[in-house]
């Protein structure tokens, strides 16, 4: 137990040790989604599921964007479970007041389960790949991000109506970008020991990996009767993403960050089952 912890710990500073990047303390803001889905049987252990998902931040003030997810679930085993699923993300942009951009998702899970008396415990393991669209500096972003998300949780079945929960998840991200570059412990000098006509940084690939989110979690899910439910849930998030700012042509760094901070989140989610 002790050596899991300590390796746990060690995922989450390993990415802080990087000399040549600044930190950047992010504000904390409350965000907010709804969804609305449905969840349709095909067969025993084959589900079929839809759901529109809004999403906002800035403190609830701002749209962040509209999503559409589609997913499969089927169960090869009474406590292990697969899936796939495709997301359509559709961010909005309050500078240009539409949403525009959009992102595409595929999903792959794979869940197990185990009961104790009321108690069930579950560990959950999604790797995700998406896929941007629109223009970005390649030097920056890659066009199809990996991640792979942990989650592990405890459900309580209080009554045959309500069951409270909890979990914890840990995102990692799997193609970061890479740098090398001349830094002197307070600024880039982007031409020091370069050739002439050469930048004084290199991206070396989208090969980089680290922790990017821990989110622990509290909810509750609410069975009005079998076909409806509701789902509300409280999390919050520490966020650490690494950040490059390079101009177009990739032959300056303008900063390279490391951001940080907290996001308060509020999740309801109605879900109808038939």
């Excluded at 839809?50 to 085993?77: M, P």
């Excluded at 622990?216 to 789902?231: C, Q, T, W």
């Amino acid at each position: 137990m002790k050596k899991s912890i300590a390796y746990i710990l060690l995922l989450f500073l390993v990415p802080f040790t990087v000399s040549a990047q600044t930190d950047v303390d992010l504000e904390s803001e409350l965000c907010g989604r709804i969804s609305v889905g449905v969840d349709k049987k095909i067969t025993k252990g084959f589900h079929v599921t839809i759901d529109e998902e809004l999403r906002q931040n800035n403190n609830i003030a701002n749209f962040d964007r509209l999503q559409t997810n589609i997913g499969a679930k089927y169960k090869v085993h009474p406590n292990v479970k697969i899936g796939l699923g495709y997301s359509l993300i559709n961010p909005y942009s309050t500078t240009d007041k539409a949403f525009d951009n959009a992102r595409h998702r595929i999903t792959f899970d794979i869940a197990g389960n185990l009961d104790f008396g009321k108690w069930n415990i579950s560990l959950k393991e999604r790797l995700q790949m998406t896929h941007r669209t629109g223009d970005f500096n390649i030097y920056q972003k890659t066009k199809n991000a990996l991640a792979l998300k942990s989650r592990l949780t405890a459900k309580y079945k209080y009554s045959e109506r309500l069951a409270p929960f909890a979990y914890l998840e840990i995102r990692n991200t799997l193609n970061a970008p890479v740098i090398s570059a001349n830094f002197d412990g307070t600024a880039y000098l982007t031409d020091a020991g370069s050739k002439t006509g050469e930048p004084g940084w290199f991206l070396d690939g989208f090969c980089g990996s680290y922790v990017n989110r821990i989110r622990g979690a509290f909810g509750v899910d609410y069975s009005f009767d079998r076909h409806n439910s509701l789902n509300f849930c409280i999390f919050l998030d520490r966020i650490s993403n690494k950040v490059v700012d390079a101009n177009s042509e990739g032959t300056k760094l303008k900063s390279y960050t490391r951001e940080t901070g907290f996001l308060a989140n509020i999740a309801v989610a109605y879900v109808y089952s038939f």
